[in-house]
């Protein structure tokens, strides 16, 4: 079993030690305030419906998008009207804000942008007070049966219905250490909150021991469901209207920039053979610079006219808007979705969502 280990081994200890002192002040002070809140010194506000939390107790990559995409998807072909808030992190305003089909990442954030192209009947809000965001979304939306709240396992001043808390295969909390020696950015007791716990991007052929020992070291109570998801790269779609054909041997620079890019990478390198990676920030904002750079790398050789830049959906919302600026007849924009994949379980999970609304639903 010490692929587990290997894989999600925390940061070298000669940092984390170095560290820990600062790393034991932070424990403290988001140990105060889960006390705030868990004695009700400090409220949390509830809503009579359904409000399921997607969260993760990491600085990032631990797959939240796509998983929020999943439930919007779920929810709306079991036609329950849905809708979502973010933070919208990343965005130039900090008040309240719709999202619209034509909004800009600038705007809203680039993951809520995201959601909205995907999902355009789905009503989407963002702004940094989610409660506030919340109550003009409903007001604005009064027929919304349940809420998303993407990212928010950290913001308790909403009281959630339903938890789901998210956690990378490559990077498990359990293994982890408290930022700034490691990645977390939420003490390990908060996933006592949880009432669904999901270990993502898992590689597809992760075995039955291995889940068992994630089970046990996960600390998972006799309360709480764990899951196993991965995901799963569709067939790329192109910005252009050009027609372009896409194989192995196809020269590819594939431009990214997303918190942990290991299973994008490994996809990419496992799929074709002429491939330069460059990698970014996470929600980092691409300039009239970067996209030159690109453009340099598709002239050099005798088949640059055949190269294609590829890139996920999280970026594409930021770098369409450098593409209609640019003159680029010869660059070819690929687009990878994702989608979350269960394991095995899935319509487990999926009637305890459908029990859950339906017990929320009787109180009122």
Known sequence: MSDTRNNTSP????IRWYLMPFTLLWGMVLSIRHFLYDHKILKSVSFDLPLFCVGNLSAGGSGKTPFSAYLLQFFQEKEIAVGLISRGYGRSAAG???VQTQSTAAEVGDEPLLLKQRFPQVPVGVGAKRIFTLIELLAEYPDVETIVLDDAFQHRAIAPSFNILLSSYHRLYCYDQLLPA?????IKKAARRADVVIVSKCPENLSEAVQQKLHTDLNILPQQKLFFTRLQYEKPYFISQKTCTIDKNTPMVLVCGIAEPVSLVEYAQAHFKKI???QYPDHYRYTEKDW????DLYFKGEKAQDTVLLTTEKDAVKILPLLQAQPFDEAKVAVLSIKTVFLHSEAIFQQILLQHIKAVSKKD
């Open 11 to 14: 940061p070298q200890p000669v």
């Open 96 to 98: 309240f804000a719709e």
């Open 182 to 186: 490691g990645y977390l950015r939420d």
């Open 276 to 278: 330069i990676i460059r």
């Open 292 to 295: 030159q750079s690109w453009r």
